[in-house]
């Protein structure tokens, strides 16, 4: 009989620093557009990190009902928290969004090197997106950005999946009749229409 120690079994699961390198860039991103500010993303992305690590091995486990949240999820919920937490306690003294990252909107972003080019439909986004409530911005972001399905929606963000599915059409409403009160973009001007001297 072979009495030789077997190898261990490799676990399929990643280890958290695995985890970290895989999911961090998608998390900021995330963080990005639910905060609206590059330092305020960084700063709950830690903040995250630092609560799934303490519950990694309980993360990747079903739950006795058979689901489990996984860390990427937790993670996200745990950046719309603390966003959420910061609009309540620093209403008056928090950004929608970075001066250096977005340009005020008085003075739109323009084409690089094209002070007369037109504003960037991504800074319009963000911009938009800006005027949303955190929850009802988180829901759109994970609807349309990260693509997840209703169901996970709410466990992200801790509702039914009902409330989930009204955050995403309050937003949507906003954001449209928003859209609709933005001006007409210039025209460009044609050769043609230039007046020679």
């Known amino acids: 009989m072979d009495r030789r120690p077997r190898p261990a079994e490799a676990d399929p699961t990643p280890d958290f620093s695995e985890w970290v390198a895989a999911s961090g860039p998608s998390l900021l991103g995330f963080a990005h557009m639910v905060t609206g500010s ?3 993303a960084a700063d709950a992305v830690q903040d995250a990190l630092v609560a799934v690590c303490p519950r990694w091995h309980r993360l990747r486990e079903p739950t006795p009902g058979g689901r489990t949240i996984g860390a990427d999820a937790y993670a996200r919920r745990v950046i719309v928290n603390r966003t959420v937490s910061w609009w309540r306690k620093f209403t008056r003294r928090e950004y929608l969004v970075d001066a250096v990252e977005l340009p005020p909107a008085d003075r739109p972003d323009r084409a690089e090197g094209d002070p007369s080019g037109p504003v960037s439909d991504a800074v319009v986004a963000r911009q938009l997106l800006g005027t949303l409530p955190t929850k009802q ?46 001006p007409e973009p210039p025209h460009p001007v044609s050769p043609s229409d230039e007046v020679t001297r």
């Open 38 to 40: 590059g330092h305020d």
């Open 137 to 182: 911005r988180a829901a759109v972001v994970l609807r349309f950005y990260d693509d997840l399905p209703f169901a996970e929606i709410a466990e992200i963000l801790h509702c039914t999946e009902s409330t989930a599915r009204s955050y995403v059409h309050r937003a949507l409403a906003a954001l449209r009749g928003r859209l609709g009160e933005l």
